[in-house]
C-alpha cells in the first residue's frame, strides 16, 4: 500500500502482514478451568470468545506456537486502548482482575509443563489447526 503525507509531501510504502489469531483449544480449556477456579466468571457465548478482533501481533506467533489469547473485563465502562480506560487499569480496584488472570496463566503453564499428555495433545491440535488454516 502506498500513502503519501500531505502535511510533509513523502511517499512512503508499508504492508502489513497480521496473520489471523489461532486459539489452541486445549490450553483455552485450561486456563478457562483456572480461572473459574479462581473465581473469574468466563463469558460462556463462543461467539465472542471464539473469535478475536482487531488488529495484533499475537496472530502471528500462533503460526509459530500454540498459543491463547485471553482477555479479562475490568470493573469499567470505559473504551478500552482509551485514556480512560489506562487510568481505571492502573486503579488499586483493577488490581484483583488483572492477578487473578496471571495467576490463572501460571497455573496454565503448571498444568503443562506438569502433565506431559497435555503437551502431547497441544502439539497434535497445533498441527491440525495450522493445516485447517
Sequence with gaps: MVMQSFAIGVEYNFKTDASNLIQNNTLATLYERN???????NCPDKSVTGAISGST???????VVPGIHPMFALPTDASIHSRHFTEEAGKREAQPY???QAKALAMTA???ICQSQLMDTIREEFKQDLAND
Design 98 to 100: 488483572a492477578l487473578n
Design 35 to 41: 480461572a473459574e477456579a479462581l473465581g473469574v466468571t
Design 57 to 63: 501481533d499475537m496472530g502471528n506467533v500462533t503460526h
Design 110 to 112: 503448571i498444568d503443562v
